[in-house]
């Protein structure tokens, strides 16, 4: 999975290089704001889902954000699943987008969606290991703590895919509504 987020960094390091050489863009009048970085934790309401912890962090335009993310169990997560009970950890990381309205406001809006890949494995070298694709989306509102500190609590869904055909469980025993927790330090928001 390393590779892989290295693969990603290189791919956005790559594409705002080209960006930047480019002497007509897309978007003239964009200016980027800013930067931030921070955790990023999510609390299950319902199921199977299992609690997760992670971070990420983006570069800052006008009202939204690029950036990347990663995100995994917080501690062995047992689902009960329809034939038995296993010990399953999943793991994903890849691309975050996210839009805020003025944040000149104490109290604002935000939103955000992870886009990324990640790995389902059976704990204790189980012959498990599932490449899946995870799509997480969220809004709430997010709070200026300080310039430099803001707190978004959210409310989102993990939906996740491409599990292995035949296996004991499905994306469905991954997916769920959750609670999250944003925390995002930087400066220029």
């Given at each position: ?94 691309l975050w987008l ?69 296996a004991f ?21």
């Open positions: 999975m390393k590779k892989n987020q290295l693969l990603l960094l290189a791919f956005f390091i790559g594409i705002i290089t080209h960006v930047q050489a480019q002497e007509e863009t897309l978007f003239d009048n964009l200016q980027i704001r800013g930067g931030f970085g921070g955790p990023i934790i999510e609390t299950a309401l319902e199921g199977s889902l299992s609690n997760a912890i992670g971070g990420g962090g983006g570069v800052l335009f006008d009202r939204f954000f690029i950036g990347g993310y990663g995100m995994g169990n917080t501690q062995d997560s047992r689902y009960d699943l329809d034939e038995g009970v296993e010990r399953l950890e999943l793991g994903h990381g890849g996210g839009y805020y309205t003025p944040s000149s406001k104490l109290l604002h809006f935000y939103s955000s969606l992870r886009f990324g890949w990640g790995s389902i494995e059976q704990d204790e070298e189980g012959p498990i290991d599932d490449s899946v694709l995870v799509l997480t989306p969220e809004v709430g509102l997010e709070v200026n703590i300080t310039s430099w500190f803001r707190l978004a609590p959210t409310i989102g869904y993990r939906y996740v895919t491409g599990t292995e055909s035949g469980y499905e994306g469905s025993d991954f997916s769920g509504v959750f609670i999250g927790t944003t925390l995002r330090f930087g400066a220029s928001f």
